[in-house]
T-cell receptor, first 111, second 116 residues
Framework: GDSVTQMEGPVTLSEEAFLTINCTYT??????LFWYVQYPGEGLQLLLK?????DKGSNKGFEATYRKETTSFHLEKGSVQVSDSAVYFC??????????FGQGTTLQVKP | KAGVTQTPRYLIKTRGQQVTLSCSPI?????VSWYQQTPGQGLQFLFE???????NKGNFPGRFSGRQFSNSRSEMNVSTLELGDSALYLC???????????????FGPGTRLTVL
Protein backbone atom coordinates (compact mmCIF):
# COMPACT_ATOMS: atom_id res chain seq x y z
CA GLY A 1 0.00 0.00 0.00
CA ASP A 2 0.88 3.66 -0.15
CA SER A 3 3.23 5.00 2.51
CA VAL A 4 5.26 8.07 3.52
CA THR A 5 8.62 8.05 5.31
CA GLN A 6 10.08 11.13 6.99
CA MET A 7 13.42 11.67 8.62
CA GLU A 8 13.33 11.10 12.32
CA GLY A 9 13.51 13.99 14.71
CA PRO A 10 13.85 15.97 16.71
CA VAL A 11 15.75 18.39 14.52
CA THR A 12 17.40 21.15 16.52
CA LEU A 13 18.70 24.23 14.71
CA SER A 14 19.88 27.70 15.59
CA GLU A 15 17.93 30.68 14.33
CA GLU A 16 18.77 31.59 10.69
CA ALA A 17 20.08 28.08 9.93
CA PHE A 18 19.10 26.18 6.78
CA LEU A 19 16.42 23.54 7.18
CA THR A 20 15.90 20.31 5.27
CA ILE A 21 13.36 17.66 6.30
CA ASN A 22 13.49 14.61 4.07
CA CYS A 23 10.33 12.89 2.84
CA THR A 24 10.00 9.92 0.50
CA TYR A 25 6.88 8.09 -0.57
CA THR A 26 5.60 4.95 -2.22
CA UNK A 27 2.37 5.06 -4.17
CA UNK A 28 0.58 2.90 -6.69
CA UNK A 29 -0.81 5.86 -8.60
CA UNK A 30 0.09 9.50 -9.12
CA UNK A 31 -0.56 11.19 -5.77
CA UNK A 32 -0.71 14.78 -4.66
CA LEU A 33 1.88 15.63 -2.00
CA PHE A 34 1.53 17.89 1.01
CA TRP A 35 3.38 19.35 3.97
CA TYR A 36 1.33 20.14 7.04
CA VAL A 37 2.53 21.81 10.24
CA GLN A 38 1.19 21.34 13.75
CA TYR A 39 1.86 23.81 16.54
CA PRO A 40 1.46 22.70 20.17
CA GLY A 41 -2.16 22.15 21.13
CA GLU A 42 -3.46 22.85 17.64
CA GLY A 43 -4.71 20.99 14.58
CA LEU A 44 -2.85 20.67 11.29
CA GLN A 45 -2.24 23.63 9.04
CA LEU A 46 -1.52 23.21 5.35
CA LEU A 47 1.95 24.53 4.64
CA LEU A 48 2.30 23.75 0.93
CA LYS A 49 1.33 21.24 -1.73
CA UNK A 50 2.26 19.94 -5.18
CA UNK A 51 0.06 17.96 -7.50
CA UNK A 52 2.35 16.84 -10.32
CA UNK A 53 5.99 16.03 -11.04
CA UNK A 54 8.45 18.94 -10.88
CA ASP A 55 5.84 21.21 -9.25
CA LYS A 56 7.33 23.37 -6.50
CA GLY A 57 5.09 24.25 -3.58
CA SER A 58 6.06 27.28 -1.52
CA ASN A 59 4.72 29.26 1.42
CA LYS A 60 6.17 31.44 4.19
CA GLY A 61 9.72 30.80 2.96
CA PHE A 62 9.28 27.01 2.89
CA GLU A 63 9.66 25.11 -0.38
CA ALA A 64 9.32 21.53 -1.59
CA THR A 65 9.62 20.06 -5.09
CA TYR A 66 7.70 16.98 -6.28
CA ARG A 67 10.41 14.60 -7.55
CA LYS A 68 8.80 11.62 -9.24
CA GLU A 69 12.07 10.01 -10.26
CA THR A 70 13.28 9.84 -6.65
CA THR A 71 9.76 9.65 -5.10
CA SER A 72 10.67 12.51 -2.79
CA PHE A 73 9.20 15.77 -1.50
CA HIS A 74 11.83 17.28 0.79
CA LEU A 75 10.95 20.41 2.77
CA GLU A 76 13.47 23.27 2.83
CA LYS A 77 13.74 26.74 4.30
CA GLY A 78 16.71 29.02 3.91
CA SER A 79 16.59 30.71 7.32
CA VAL A 80 14.50 29.32 10.16
CA GLN A 81 13.02 31.37 13.00
CA VAL A 82 12.10 30.43 16.55
CA SER A 83 8.45 30.70 15.50
CA ASP A 84 8.98 27.81 13.04
CA SER A 85 9.31 25.39 15.96
CA ALA A 86 6.57 22.81 15.42
CA VAL A 87 5.91 19.29 14.14
CA TYR A 88 5.99 18.90 10.36
CA PHE A 89 4.09 16.16 8.53
CA CYS A 90 4.59 15.00 4.97
CA UNK A 91 1.49 13.43 3.42
CA UNK A 92 0.14 12.04 0.18
CA UNK A 93 -3.30 11.63 -1.27
CA UNK A 94 -4.42 9.67 -4.28
CA UNK A 95 -7.01 12.44 -4.65
CA UNK A 96 -9.51 10.61 -2.48
CA UNK A 97 -10.61 11.73 0.95
CA UNK A 98 -7.75 9.83 2.57
CA UNK A 99 -4.43 11.40 3.48
CA UNK A 100 -1.51 9.12 4.34
CA PHE A 101 0.93 10.77 6.71
CA GLY A 102 4.53 10.29 7.64
CA GLN A 103 5.39 9.96 11.32
CA GLY A 104 6.12 13.66 11.74
CA THR A 105 9.37 15.51 12.40
CA THR A 106 9.73 17.81 15.40
CA LEU A 107 11.70 20.98 14.70
CA GLN A 108 13.17 23.01 17.54
CA VAL A 109 14.75 26.35 16.69
CA LYS A 110 16.89 27.98 19.35
CA PRO A 111 17.60 31.71 19.50
CA LYS B 1 -14.63 32.15 5.52
CA ALA B 2 -14.77 30.47 8.87
CA GLY B 3 -12.53 27.47 9.27
CA VAL B 4 -13.36 23.93 10.30
CA THR B 5 -14.82 23.82 13.79
CA GLN B 6 -14.93 20.86 16.14
CA THR B 7 -16.83 20.41 19.36
CA PRO B 8 -16.16 19.74 22.09
CA ARG B 9 -12.46 20.56 22.30
CA TYR B 10 -11.87 18.30 25.29
CA LEU B 11 -13.66 15.23 26.62
CA ILE B 12 -13.05 12.88 29.50
CA LYS B 13 -14.87 9.55 29.50
CA THR B 14 -14.56 6.21 31.27
CA ARG B 15 -14.10 2.79 29.74
CA GLY B 16 -17.26 1.30 28.33
CA GLN B 17 -18.97 4.62 27.67
CA GLN B 18 -19.70 6.00 24.25
CA VAL B 19 -18.88 9.42 22.81
CA THR B 20 -20.00 11.61 19.92
CA LEU B 21 -17.77 14.24 18.35
CA SER B 22 -18.98 16.95 15.99
CA CYS B 23 -17.39 18.68 13.01
CA SER B 24 -18.62 21.64 10.98
CA PRO B 25 -16.79 21.99 7.66
CA ILE B 26 -15.81 25.12 5.80
CA UNK B 27 -18.82 26.60 4.06
CA UNK B 28 -19.27 25.01 0.63
CA UNK B 29 -17.13 21.97 1.42
CA UNK B 30 -18.99 18.70 1.00
CA UNK B 31 -16.29 16.20 1.95
CA VAL B 32 -15.43 15.55 5.59
CA SER B 33 -12.66 13.19 6.72
CA TRP B 34 -11.78 12.04 10.23
CA TYR B 35 -8.36 11.11 11.62
CA GLN B 36 -7.06 9.75 14.90
CA GLN B 37 -3.73 11.06 16.19
CA THR B 38 -1.81 9.19 18.91
CA PRO B 39 1.85 9.31 19.96
CA GLY B 40 2.32 5.65 19.10
CA GLN B 41 0.44 5.29 15.81
CA GLY B 42 0.66 8.83 14.49
CA LEU B 43 -2.08 10.12 12.21
CA GLN B 44 -4.47 7.46 10.94
CA PHE B 45 -7.43 7.84 8.61
CA LEU B 46 -10.79 6.80 10.03
CA PHE B 47 -13.32 7.55 7.29
CA GLU B 48 -14.55 10.09 4.76
CA UNK B 49 -18.08 11.28 4.09
CA UNK B 50 -19.36 12.99 0.99
CA UNK B 51 -22.98 13.96 0.39
CA UNK B 52 -24.12 12.01 3.45
CA UNK B 53 -22.45 8.79 2.24
CA UNK B 54 -19.34 7.11 3.55
CA UNK B 55 -16.96 7.09 0.62
CA ASN B 56 -13.75 5.77 2.17
CA LYS B 57 -12.99 3.83 5.31
CA GLY B 58 -9.80 3.12 7.24
CA ASN B 59 -8.85 0.06 9.27
CA PHE B 60 -10.66 0.71 12.50
CA PRO B 61 -13.08 -1.58 14.34
CA GLY B 62 -16.82 -1.20 13.98
CA ARG B 63 -16.96 0.66 17.31
CA PHE B 64 -15.96 3.70 15.29
CA SER B 65 -18.74 5.07 13.14
CA GLY B 66 -19.77 8.32 11.60
CA ARG B 67 -22.42 10.12 9.67
CA GLN B 68 -22.92 13.27 7.68
CA PHE B 69 -25.94 15.51 7.54
CA SER B 70 -27.47 17.35 4.60
CA ASN B 71 -25.68 20.57 5.62
CA SER B 72 -22.34 18.64 5.43
CA ARG B 73 -21.81 18.71 9.19
CA SER B 74 -20.45 15.41 10.42
CA GLU B 75 -20.37 13.43 13.62
CA MET B 76 -18.28 10.49 14.66
CA ASN B 77 -19.23 8.07 17.38
CA VAL B 78 -17.09 5.69 19.39
CA SER B 79 -18.92 3.06 21.38
CA THR B 80 -17.64 0.93 24.25
CA LEU B 81 -14.61 3.12 24.82
CA GLU B 82 -11.24 1.54 25.54
CA LEU B 83 -8.18 3.12 27.12
CA GLY B 84 -6.44 2.96 23.74
CA ASP B 85 -9.06 5.25 22.23
CA SER B 86 -7.48 8.19 24.05
CA ALA B 87 -6.31 10.43 21.22
CA LEU B 88 -6.70 13.69 19.38
CA TYR B 89 -9.49 13.30 16.83
CA LEU B 90 -9.11 15.59 13.84
CA CYS B 91 -11.68 16.46 11.26
CA UNK B 92 -10.82 17.87 7.83
CA UNK B 93 -12.99 19.29 5.08
CA UNK B 94 -12.42 19.74 1.38
CA UNK B 95 -14.27 20.63 -1.75
CA UNK B 96 -14.82 17.50 -3.79
CA UNK B 97 -16.67 16.90 -7.00
CA UNK B 98 -18.79 13.94 -7.90
CA UNK B 99 -15.81 12.54 -9.82
CA UNK B 100 -14.48 11.39 -6.47
CA UNK B 101 -11.37 13.49 -6.63
CA UNK B 102 -10.80 15.34 -3.37
CA UNK B 103 -9.13 18.71 -3.16
CA UNK B 104 -6.84 19.89 -0.37
CA UNK B 105 -8.02 19.02 3.13
CA UNK B 106 -8.26 21.74 5.78
CA PHE B 107 -8.18 20.65 9.40
CA GLY B 108 -10.02 21.70 12.51
CA PRO B 109 -8.35 22.14 15.93
CA GLY B 110 -9.33 18.64 17.04
CA THR B 111 -11.10 17.07 19.99
CA ARG B 112 -8.86 15.70 22.73
CA LEU B 113 -10.49 12.54 24.12
CA THR B 114 -9.20 11.02 27.33
CA VAL B 115 -10.52 7.62 28.39
CA LEU B 116 -10.03 6.72 32.06
Amino acid sequence: GDSVTQMEGPVTLSEEAFLTINCTYTATGYPSLFWYVQYPGEGLQLLLKATKADDKGSNKGFEATYRKETTSFHLEKGSVQVSDSAVYFCALSENTGKLIFGQGTTLQVKP
Amino acid sequence: KAGVTQTPRYLIKTRGQQVTLSCSPISGHRSVSWYQQTPGQGLQFLFEYFSETQRNKGNFPGRFSGRQFSNSRSEMNVSTLELGDSALYLCASSSSGTSGRTDTQYFGPGTRLTVL
